[in-house]
């Protein structure tokens, strides 16, 4: 990478040489500025790109989407779009909602070609902006038709994969492109699919017809459409889980149809999230809302919210194996309260014209950790989740950030940034670098401090339910985005209780330092403890799945896969200490042959005992013998009741009556 990048700078240089540093003289200091059209070495002049206005653009664009090609996973695009003589600028989406991050894949845009009358019109993609594309209409032109193809991808090496051949993820946004100088609400679609013989389709989008595999629907402004993705399938099924009507649906494909096979139980904990949502917002600002659940191992995972849809998935057998389903029951909750909190009210940072205008996220604390909050806890009042499974997610979390040390050095706020930093890009050392999981999960923490700091200091007569409706429940069926900052966080809270609610939130999102400490005032307000034991119960085994295997709270690792590759080394760990980094293997411990039971029963051995651990490592050819003098035994979250102190989570977790 360093020889590259040497290389380049030294072409660029040279050739400034011949131009903008020729007349420089000796002892004269150069100014280096953006290179001018002169400098570029293109067919023609490359215009300015348009600056999005609230203003409509003329005409409908016809988008004809073929999927059929499932062996080849290539998704065939066709848009017929107006226009008029002169410059025109199409741009293909770039940063793209829910994302928070410039991640349109217009690297899997292929064969694009543009006509009008038969007759190509070459475009130009613009140097600084690599999602636009230039072209010049003749006159008398009145439609052009675009075509091209998204290959999609056949494994998550790189792309989420979102074609199989048994279903279909169709994400609007990565296959269209639409005219710059107009805002997305002023640019209307009209969208079609044709999709694989006797295949079946959820969608939050008004059908028209569909016939012979081919789905029209009604026209939307392309705000409207890339808010409304599509699950397609050969296996599908859908629920009414609307308990005050039948707006709100569940769609579900799968794999194999055995896998859609929900009991009425568990769709009734799906219809009572729907209301345990109404009686917490106390309004709804959609007039339909979808649930697309993917039960599967073949496409990609996500967990995406839209104003009237989500997209989601699960393994296949997250409903015939609803125990072991445990720590995922919440995904959907999530999602759902994204259609308040992220879709109609949204961080005016992030309330952005079109998809070429940067996002900030400088309040996905809010975005994102009220959304966990309210998440866990409308997983819990709707039986998704029991109050022990409850309490054991948020052990998890809370001896995550109780032993996080990159709070040394980097503050939640800071995390907020993580994304347009590079799209959830995995790290080796994610307890220090930390990340986006943060202003998910601590952020969670610090809303837990603000409910049980109001309702101690009300006398339990309010609480951030309080909140949720007076910020997310304004004007019950208006679904148009409002904006949102944090003085209007801020405000609203004191609206609930007056407190310098702004110096509270300031301290726990800037805290920086090695004085630094986790918010988990909100636990021991809530009348628990964080404890640790070497011992776990039946119900933590099945939520922390991986327990075994987890050794990060006693040496500071985590294994994984038949080889025992040692991962999430925890920055500071006793395994850290000894050196040891990513890529080694683990082949023994004491002598022994090395398994996740061998080496837990090791550390176990070895608990108040002055004798150290001896672990055979191998990285490729290299072998190390590393002892670690380690005696604390094994180590596992939870939380422990204080006895005296009122249960405020069984306040927050229980079930409200009504609105």
Avoid: C
Wanted: hydrophobic share 40%.
């Amino acid at each position: 990478m360093f020889r590259f990048r040497l290389s380049t700078s030294v072409i660029a240089l040279s050739a400034l040489a011949s131009g903008a540093f020729a007349q420089v003289g000796v002892g004269t200091t150069p100014t280096i500025t953006a290179p001018s059209q002169a400098f570029l070495a293109l067919p023609r002049a490359q215009p300015s790109i348009p600056t999005p206005e609230d203003r409509a653009y003329p005409g409908v664009i016809r988008l004809e989407v073929d999927a059929t090609d499932l062996d080849r996973r290539i998704v065939r695009v066709r848009e017929t779009i107006p226009v008029a003589q002169g410059p025109l600028t199409l741009l293909y989406p770039k940063y793209l909602p829910g994302n928070h991050a410039d991640t349109g894949p217009i690297q899997l845009i292929a064969g694009l070609t543009v006509t009008a009358g038969g007759q190509r019109l070459e475009w130009l993609r613009d140097t600084a902006e690599p999602y636009a594309f230039h072209l010049d209409i003749p006159e008398g032109v009145t439609e052009i038709v675009a075509e091209f193809q998204w290959l999609t991808q056949a494994d998550n090496s790189e792309w989420r994969v979102v074609m199989t051949p048994a279903m279909l993820n169709m994400q609007w946004e990565k296959a269209l492109l639409y005219p710059a100088g107009h805002a997305a609400n002023q640019i209307t679609v009209e969208p079609s699919i044709r999709l694989p013989e006797g295949w079946q389709y959820g969608v939050a989008l008004d059908t028209r017809s569909f016939e012979n595999g081919v789905a029209i629907f009604a026209p939307v402004d392309l705000y409207t459409l890339v808010d409304s993705p599509m699950f397609a399938g050969a296996h599908f099924r859908r629920y009414e889980i609307d308990p005050e009507g039948d707006a709100v649906h569940l769609n579900i494909v799968a794999d194999q149809a055995k896998n859609i096979a929900p009991t009425p139980e568990q769709i009734g904990y799906y219809e009572t999230l729907v209301g345990q949502a109404d009686r917490l917002f106390g309004a709804r600002h959609f007039d339909r809302y979808e649930f697309l659940l993917a039960l599967t191992d073949q496409m990609g995972g996500i967990g995406l919210e839209h104003h009237r849809s989500s997209e989601n998935a699960e393994a296949p057998t997250f409903f015939t194996d609803w125990p072991k389903s445990a720590g995922d029951r919440a995904l959907l909750a999530h999602e759902f309260t994204h259609s308040w909190n992220g879709k109609h009210m949204r961080p005016a940072d992030e309330l952005t014209a079109n998809y070429e205008v940067p996002t900030q996220n400088t309040l996905l604390w809010v975005y994102e950790g009220q959304t966990e909050y309210w998440g866990d806890v409308l997983a819990a009042r709707s039986g998704l989740h029991n109050k022990e499974e409850a309490l054991i997610a948020l052990a998890i979390r809370a001896a995550f950030y109780q032993n996080q040390p990159g709070r040394e050095w980097r503050a939640l706020q800071d995390t907020n940034n993580h994304n347009l930093l590079g799209y959830r890009v995995p790290g080796q050392w994610t307890s220090w670098m930390r990340g986006t999981s943060d202003y998910y999960n601590e952020s969670l923490l610090i809303w837990l401090d603000v409910d049980t700091l109001i309702r101690e200091q009300t006398g339990e007569r309010k609480s951030l339910d309080d909140f949720a409706r007076a910020f997310f429940g304004q004007n019950d069926g208006e679904i148009a985005p409002r904006g949102y900052t944090f003085e209007d966080v801020v405000a609203t809270l004191n609206g609930v209780m007056p407190y310098d609610w702004a110096e509270f939130l300031r301290t726990r999102l800037d805290a920086v330092g090695p004085g630094a400490s986790a918010p988990l005032d909100g636990i021991s307000r809530a009348g628990y403890r964080l404890t640790y034991t070497d011992t776990l119960n039946d119900l933590e085994k099945k939520a922390m799945s991986n327990w075994a295997s987890d050794f990060q709270y006693s040496l500071g690792f985590s294994l994984s896969g038949t080889a025992n590759r040692i991962g999430a080394i925890r920055w500071g760990g006793p395994a850290y200490e000894a050196s040891i980094g990513a890529g080694w293997d683990l082949l023994a411990v004491n002598d022994v042959a090395a398994t996740p039971e061998v080496l837990r029963d090791a550390v176990t051995a070895a608990k108040g005992v002055d004798t150290p651990i001896t672990l055979i490592l191998r990285n490729g050819s290299r072998f190390r013998t590393v002892s670690l003098n380690y005696d604390g035994g094994l180590r596992y979250p939870r939380l422990e009741r204080v006895e005296g102190t009122r249960d405020r989570l069984a306040d927050i977790l229980r079930p409200r009556a009504s609105r």
